[in-house]
């Protein structure tokens, strides 16, 4: 009966991919799980399997008592007919046995033990491969789709689920239909891992690329960022380690042939291929192509906040489709992008230069025309910008020259601040 059981150890672990000393463990342990259901939890047996003869050895511990009546437990007379006249009342004795003795049951239940840390071994295994794999690539065969998603036979023994969610808009599924998909998850189950897949994350558009591009894969074009709206359009931030190489027109690929396949794989979803840069306003710039800025201008550089300057008849592109140009180079750079057209912004400028001006700062004005000024709401020079010649006559002791005077000292002071 042993060679019947130990036969199974070469054939295992050689099918299973597993490692041989761990076959044997879990023989060991899986015979003396089959004896302890005879004899009880209590009894103590020791398995050796051989690694190299395959022989098994099992022995089993005795305690010397009067009459040996227990579980466990040997009568003081047969010991010493065993064991010699020296043994002693109490003494632990270690009696061999072989696996034949327990019978054939104890052999199948052995075999069925066997094969259950196997199949968990192997689910483990598979688990932790996969759990490698996050952020790579997989594909496989739907096998079906229920309301929550599309099942995927990864292998024989792994299978992958695509949430409806995951997967891109008014993109159809079918049985039989090869899909690829990128790793974002991996969850045990009884029947092994079923790995979770995505085609709407940024990482699938980046392996595609990977895949697509020898360059990539090469280390010396770099992706840095990736923004996209799954179905729909795409921007991917792309940057040379190797000054040689243009790294737009690697992915792009000759007439577009590097993109399209990529296109393809994302079921028509547009893709702006941008080189990134380490500058923000150009970086800025790029990202909100296709449409052409005059300049960009950081607002705050720790909220990264930004005003993209646009040409008047290349807002609507830089905008785009219900927002969606500024919004995916929003995502793809993490600035705040804020779209000005150029008269916009020249009087954001104007009112930042006069907001911290205040009257007092103004030379050739009389200290009474100041003061009265302050006391009829004029404290800087925003607020006289705000007024008309007219309206500055309307005040107390103004007069045509006088206001004159005013708007010719604000202009002064303008000039000198920049």
């Not at 437990?73 to 009696?95: P, W």
């Not at 000024?373 to 004029?378: A, F, M, P, R, T």
Request: proline share 3%; glycine share 8%; hydrophobic share 40%.
């Amino acid at each position: 009966m042993s060679h019947e059981v130990v036969a199974l150890l070469g054939e295992i672990a050689q099918e299973r991919r597993l490692d041989k000393k761990f076959v044997i463990e879990a023989l060991e342990e899986s015979i003396l799980t089959a004896i302890k259901k005879q004899f009880g939890s209590k009894a103590e047996f020791e398995v050796k399997v051989c690694e190299a003869s395959g022989e098994i050895s099992i022995v089993q511990k005795l305690v010397v008592t009067e009459d040996g009546s227990g579980s466990g437990e040997i009568s003081l007379e047969e010991a010493k007919k065993q064991f010699g006249k020296d043994v002693k009342l109490g003494q632990k004795i270690t009696v061999p046995r072989s696996l034949e003795e327990f019978g054939r049951t104890a052999v199948m239940v052995s075999k069925q033990i066997l094969v259950q840390k196997i199949r968990e071994k192997e689910k483990e295994i598979l688990y932790q491969e996969f759990l490698k794999k996050k952020g790579e690539i997989v594909s496989g065969t739907i096998a079906r789709a229920d309301r929550f998603g599309v099942y995927v036979n990864i292998s024989n023994r792994v299978e992958g689920f695509l949430p409806y969610r995951e997967g891109i808009p008014k993109e159809k599924y079918y049985q039989g239909q090869v899909l690829k998909g990128v790793v974002i998850d991996v969850e045990s189950t009884r029947k092994g891992p079923r790995v979770k897949i995505s085609r709407t994350h940024p990482d699938f558009l980046k392996k595609l690329f990977e895949f697509e591009v020898p360059e990539i894969l090469q280390g010396l074009v770099e992706i840095k960022a990736v923004a996209r709206e799954p179905g729909d359009r795409a921007k991917i931030a792309v940057y040379s380690v190797d000054e040689k190489i243009d790294p737009v027109g690697a992915c792009v690929g000759v007439k577009g042939s590097r993109v399209q396949a990529v296109v393809r794989e994302l079921q028509g979803e547009k893709i702006d291929v941008v080189q990134w840069s380490p500058n923000p306003e150009v970086f800025i710039a790029r990202a909100l192509q296709p449409a052409q800025v005059s300049k960009v201008v950081i607002v705050d550089k720790e909220e990264r906040v930004a005003i993209a300057v646009i040409p008047d008849d290349q807002r609507s592109l830089a905008i785009g489709k219900e927002g969606q140009n500024v919004r995916l180079a929003a995502r793809l750079t993490r600035w705040k992008i804020d779209i000005k057209s150029l008269e916009q912004y020249q009087k954001i400028e104007r009112e930042r230069m006069t907001a911290g001006i205040s009257v007092d700062e103004l030379e050739g004005i009389t200290p009474l025309v100041k003061k009265t000024l302050k006391e009829h709401g004029i404290h800087t020079v925003r607020d006289i910008l705000a007024r008309t010649t007219e309206q500055l006559m309307e005040l107390p002791g103004i007069g045509a020259k006088k206001a004159d005077k005013i708007f010719k000292a604000v202009k002064n002071r303008l000039e000198q601040r920049g």
